[in-house]
């Protein structure tokens, strides 16, 4: 099979061909329909997460129909056509038993753990805990700009931050993961601010729901003009980034008892950033994380989907084939467009 490939960190890209893989007592084989490009996937290739062993096919958004099944496996089978979220869960241990697969103490993460779907086909284990049945409602691209950035933002939202009507929420940078919340944030009723350093990043927040955008370089101070517009400091606040400067500011910029939700990948030199801990003690904040969202709870966010209330079709901005994707994925860091880009043509 055709698949981008990489044998070192920071080093060449290139499209080569591969060994097939097969599937495991446990788990499938899927043929990749669509499936996005991510910051996570640039971390990788740059060496930030530990999991990976070269050589190495990255990619963990992803959407399409399985062909082969493990002689385990009792509620897929050839020909359906499924999603998956980007943490997947060995379904045993005390977290998944809880309920908190996203946590799972045995997790494995496709284009992390083992070779990914930036691939003509790609193996997942554990398929009867991990696989979503994609709706019929939805095409293939737009399940696949579901698997990270959407799901992480809904769960951010809506299970971590309980967000409702009427309250303020911040969104501090506002690239896939932050226009995502910015939709899911304004859909559950929420005031929605959107803060970046791209006016076009920031205008697209604004067709998706939010009702005020602040420009980082055009402000004096981004936590004094998002408290101004909040009134005193917004009810929950997203690092949608992962930067010590974003992370500092969602902190700073709540409001008495507010939370702070981290969903903004912190590695490298940024992993222990600076938090105003003086302020979290004397006004009672809450620092919560957000890692993924677990498969049993993607019908939650498809209903919304069904139900008009969510349109992530809207955040899918270019679609590419597998050829063009080594130069996309290199350039990540750097991107100036907006939106989800996603590998949708795998031949040819």
């Not at 359906?80 to 799972?104: K, M, R, Y």
């Not at 979503?132 to 698997?147: C, H, I, Q």
């Not at 927040?205 to 955008?213: E, M, N, Q, V, W």
């Not at 929950?236 to 507010?258: E, H, M, Y």
Request: charged share 20%; with cysteine; aromatic share 6%.
């Amino acid at each position: 099979m055709k698949a981008i490939f990489y044998e070192q960190f920071e080093g060449p890209i290139s499209v080569q061909e591969v060994p097939d893989p097969s599937p495991s007592p446990h788990g499938v084989v899927i043929q990749v329909m669509a499936t996005g490009l991510c910051l996570s996937d640039w971390h990788g290739w740059m060496g930030h997460d530990p999991d990976i062993r070269l050589p190495h096919v990255p990619g963990h958004e992803l959407a399409g129909v399985i062909t082969a099944a493990g002689k385990e496996v009792t509620r897929w089978k050839a020909g359906d056509a499924v999603t998956l979220p980007f943490v997947c869960g060995c379904g045993t241990c005390p977290q998944c038993i809880s309920g908190n697969h996203q946590v799972c103490d045995h997790q494995f993460q496709p284009g992390f753990t083992h070779w990914g779907s930036f691939a003509e086909f790609v193996a997942i284990d554990r398929a009867d805990i991990n696989l979503v049945r994609m709706p019929e409602n939805l095409d293939y691209v737009t399940t696949a700009s579901l698997g990270c950035r959407f799901a992480t933002s809904f769960r951010a939202v809506a299970a971590q931050g309980k967000v409702s009507a009427g309250q303020w929420v911040a969104v501090h940078g506002c690239g896939g993961v932050g226009l995502s919340a910015v939709m899911i944030a304004s859909a559950l009723g929420a005031n929605v601010i959107g803060i970046d350093i791209d006016d076009r990043k920031l205008d697209l927040a604004r067709s998706l729901g939010a009702t005020a955008i602040v420009n980082g370089v055009k402000v004096a101070d981004t936590v004094e003009a998002v408290r101004e517009i909040s009134r005193g400091g917004v009810h929950v606040s997203l690092d949608a980034l992962g930067s010590p400067q974003t992370c500092f500011n969602s902190i700073a910029s709540l409001r008495k008892r507010g939370k702070h939700i981290q969903v903004g990948l912190m590695l490298a030199e940024h992993s222990r950033p600076q938090i105003p801990m003086d302020r979290v003690i004397a006004w009672e904040l809450e620092i919560l994380g957000s890692h993924g969202m677990q498969a049993y709870r993607y019908e939650d966010m498809f209903a919304m989907i069904a139900a008009g209330k969510l349109h992530p079709e809207k955040l899918v901005s270019r679609r590419i084939r597998l050829e063009e994707a080594p130069a996309a994925l290199a350039e990540l860091h750097d991107f100036k467009g907006t939106g989800i880009t996603v590998i949708d043509r795998f031949q040819g």
